[in-house]
């Protein structure tokens, strides 16, 4: 189990990095509801598990550093995208996919676990500007960026080999570096 461009086994039991990201959802990554994110694809071939794990770790590290609230930043982005569809083929919940799948997180999130109001506004607001809830926390504005930054490192490695010629891969992968 591992993020997207990190070579951190997140379930390596001697590495203190992983441990400390998994022992923040060690109870969410049990759960049938988490689980069975795995069943739905996100971008391309990234199911949408292994996206909110990789917008989960990314916003760990980022967290780590910026001092936010470690916990609640990570299990609001592990959740960030509990909706149990196809969001390109089927639409259950009336309205804009971009507007009602938030809710339906939030919604789904609701019955995996406590909800603390940073993980609240973390889950609310990801798609933050197209969405229309804006950000009230730090941890907010933080996920939001991080989900952005993982769908582009999931739709541009597995689009290429161009990666290399994105004007944008040298200044992520630096960042990355940075904050590993
Ligand atoms: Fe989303
Ligand atoms: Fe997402």
Same mark, same amino acid.
């Given at each position: 189990? !591992?993020a997207i461009l990190s070579n951190v $086994?997140?379930?390596?039991?001697?590495?203190?990095?992983?441990? +400390?990201?998994?022992?923040?959802?060690?109870?969410?990554?049990?759960?049938?509801?988490?689980?069975?994110?795995?069943?739905?694809?996100?971008?391309? #071939?990234?199911?949408?598990?292994?996206?909110?794990?990789n917008?989960?770790y990314y916003?760990?590290l980022f967290?780590?550093?910026?001092?936010? #609230?470690?916990?609640?930043?990570?299990?609001?982005?592990?959740?960030?995208?509990?909706?149990?569809?196809?969001?390109?083929?089927?639409?259950?919940? +009336?309205? #804009?996919?971009?507007?009602?799948?938030?809710?339906?997180?939030?919604? $789904?999130?609701?019955? =995996?676990?406590? =909800?603390?109001?940073?993980? +609240?506004?973390?889950?609310?607001?990801?798609?933050?500007?197209?969405?229309?809830? !804006?950000?009230?926390?730090? +941890?907010?504005?933080?996920?939001?960026?991080v989900?952005?930054m993982c769908?582009v490192m999931?739709?541009?490695v597995?689009?290429? !080999?161009?990666?290399?010629?994105? #004007?944008?891969a040298p200044i992520l992968l630096g960042l990355l570096f940075y904050i590993n």
């Amino acid at each position: 189990m !591992k993020a997207i461009l990190s070579n951190v $086994n997140l379930m390596d039991l001697k590495d203190d990095l992983a441990q +400390e990201f998994y022992s923040h959802i060690d109870d969410l990554m049990s759960h049938p509801l988490v689980l069975k994110m795995d069943d739905y694809s996100q971008h391309l #071939n990234t199911s949408r598990l292994q996206h909110s794990l990789n917008v989960a770790y990314y916003s760990f590290l980022f967290a780590r550093k910026l001092n936010l #609230n470690v916990r609640d930043a990570v299990r609001g982005a592990l959740l960030h995208d509990l909706f149990l569809y196809e969001w390109r083929t089927e639409q259950p919940v +009336e309205g #804009n996919h971009v507007l009602v799948h938030p809710i339906q997180a939030l919604q $789904n999130a609701h019955k =995996v676990t406590d =909800v603390t109001y940073v993980m +609240e506004d973390v889950i609310a607001s990801h798609m933050w500007p197209v969405g229309n809830v !804006k950000p009230k926390t730090s +941890e907010g504005w933080l996920i939001q960026m991080v989900d952005k930054m993982c769908a582009v490192m999931e739709i541009g490695v597995q689009s290429t !080999k161009k990666i290399e010629r994105m #004007n944008f891969a040298p200044i992520l992968l630096g960042l990355l570096f940075y904050i590993n």
